[in-house]
């Protein structure tokens, strides 16, 4: 309903504005073919285009530079040009843009009209989705705006969401021409150790990481304590671990954590310990938070008779993959993949 709701307030806006005279606002530019009229001078009426250098032949005037100019004060120059030429006595002069071509925005990604469209007047962001029928319901409120300018390209992310929540016109800023629009994907992706990997759509209701894991159905068992989420925020990517005990404790900002388009979610495996020799149990084993040697050998079902605590062995790799052996007591740490070995006593 959200989603529905913010379309038809678009689409409402924009029709608005346009009802209101908006073509006098229009900026003419090359390429444009106007019509010129003078009232009760029939002979001087005048349908030509624009020309690249931003000026358009008229009787008695000449070349008379409109590019630039918006449609009211394109009107005013060429009768100020009649009145002080003192060709026509308070002329009363109406400029009208019949093809518009040199403000033009491209639409494309997830709109119903993928396209390209040309401004009749001074636009916003939600005006030119309007144009293009809005988003689709695959269509995110994250929109992408590259603009060309100066030999180099920008390009922005806006939040329609912020703007429809909050009325943020940061986030609704004016499209002037030349512009791409792109409308990104609604889908979040949710990866590694969870039940139902896959992507999932930012909709009404579903924006933050604890939503989307809950989506996916959760962690499955052989997933770690912490989960790994990935966010591009105009053109940068950052990572950042979060821990899932914490998650979804009320209060935690963590789980606010608000995703867009694009981003993921990576669930890691839960980092295993192997423990061999004369344990009840021996096996691999989930390798809790901070686990030690003392807890490993309570996991493996304690020692067998035989067994003993002195002389108890691990096998690890090193920064550079190679295998080690090390002594170990029972308060060390245990890290991802140790083997632990139990000796037989010898007494």
Known sequence: MRKLLLMFTMLLLSINAYAQNAKQDYVIGPGDMVRITVYGNQDLTTETRVSASGTVSFPLLGEVAVGGLAT???ERKVANGLETGG??????VNFVVLQFQSQMVSVLGDVNKPGRYSLDRPS??????????GATVNGSE???VT??????SEKHEYDLGAWFDHGDASQNPQVHGDEIVFVEAREVSVLGQVNRPGKYSVVSGVRNVGDFLAMAGGVAPGGADTIVVT??????????ELDVD??????????NLMLRAGDMIYVPRQPMFYIYGEV???GAFRLERNMNVFQALSVGGGLTPRGTERGIKIKRRDAEGKLQTVDASGSDSLQPDDVVYVKESLF
């Open 72 to 74: 009211g004060d394109a």
């Open 87 to 92: 060709f026509v006595k308070q002329p009363q």
């Open 124 to 133: 916003t962001l939600t005006d030119v989705l309007a144009l293009a029928g």
């Open 142 to 144: 994250i929109v992408t």
């Open 147 to 152: 603009s060309h300018g100066a030999g180099k």
């Open 231 to 240: 966010m591009v925020r105009d053109g940068k990517t950052t990572k950042q």
């Open 246 to 255: 914490q998650l979804f404790k009320s209060g935690n900002t963590a789980s």
């Open 280 to 282: 009840a149990r021996p």
